[in-house]
């Protein structure tokens, strides 16, 4: 079902927009995407600020639920090309909710050094936070059920859609 909010590809101009502003000739700037739906925002936005310091992260065993969860897609390995000790790290998702899989986005970064600081934009903001995680960059704000989910999708063309799922 779509959410007539939801325009993703002109939610994700507006993020693109806000960022560039913001961080255009930012030294040390790395963009980091939580797979699946943050990292395909990671891979348009690094190269609409013409950044090639781009890594990825799945934080699959880094939630502090996955032994109540466990383990809902594949696991990809992290992938972290360049020196994250002192960076500044642009950390990108698709959708902020409770600030779990942000805080263990985090916790992954610290795995392979210290950043000098740590962003996070968001496609959408749901609200429902359970830990104090809040985004410096975000497109919308939606407030839906605690049964439903957002979805973030890519078309072959790499085009962005949401719909929004019943959990």
Avoid: C
């Amino acid at each position: 079902m779509t959410h007539p909010e939801l325009d993703a590809e002109n939610l994700y101009q507006r993020l693109e927009r806000d960022v560039k502003a913001a961080l255009a000739g930012a030294p040390r700037l790395a963009v980091v995407g939580i797979y699946s739906g943050g990292a395909w925002l990671a891979e348009r936005l690094s190269k609409s600020l013409d950044i090639s310091a781009l890594g990825f992260v799945d934080v699959s065993f880094y939630r502090d639920d996955y032994g109540s969860r466990g383990l809902k897609e594949e696991v990809r390995p992290s992938q972290m090309p360049f020196e994250v000790e002192g960076a500044s790290i642009l950390l990108v998702d698709d959708v902020l909710y409770t600030g779990r899989t942000t805080r263990a986005a985090i916790n992954t970064l610290f795995d392979y050094g210290r950043p000098g600081k740590i962003m996070l934009a968001a496609l959408v903001d749901r609200g429902g936070r359970e830990l104090p995680i809040a985004a410096d960059f975000i497109a919308a704000n939606v407030t839906l059920p605690a049964q439903q989910t957002l979805v973030l999708q890519r078309a072959v063309d790499g085009q962005f859609s949401l719909t929004v799922d019943h959990a």
